[in-house]
């Protein structure tokens, strides 16, 4: 059980897991230790920040963020690859 709330609560360290089950927040469980998995590894490295930019816009939704992620190994049903966010 401790696998699947660590996966529920977004790949939380084993410490923040302890804490959690200390509050009660976890039910009746137990916490114990953890399997070392890759994509927790990958989940926590830190992301290329941007540089400082201004943009003038002129009013409301001129300027929008959004992500973009890809490629991916195997398309979606409409042979796409990349996914915007």
């Known amino acids: 059980m401790t696998q699947l709330w660590h996966a529920r609560v977004g790949h ?5 897991m ?6 009660g927040l976890l039910g009746s469980e137990n916490t114990g230790k953890f399997d070392f ?6 989940g926590k ?5 941007f540089s400082i930019a201004k943009h003038h816009t002129k009013s409301i939704l001129n300027y929008i ?8 190994r ?7 690859r990349y996914f915007c966010g």
């Not at 939380?12 to 923040?16: A, F, K, P, R």
């Not at 302890?18 to 509050?23: D, E, G, H, Q, S």
């Not at 998995?37 to 990958?42: A, I, K, Q, T």
């Not at 963020?65 to 991916?72: K, R, Y």
């Open 65 to 72: 963020h959004s992500d973009l992620w890809g490629p991916s």
């Open 12 to 16: 939380i360290s084993e410490m923040g």
């Open 74 to 80: 195997v398309p979606s049903f409409g042979g796409n």
């Open 18 to 23: 302890m804490i959690l089950n200390k509050r």
């Open 37 to 42: 998995y890759d994509h927790c590894v990958f």
């Open 45 to 49: 490295q830190n992301r290329v920040s």
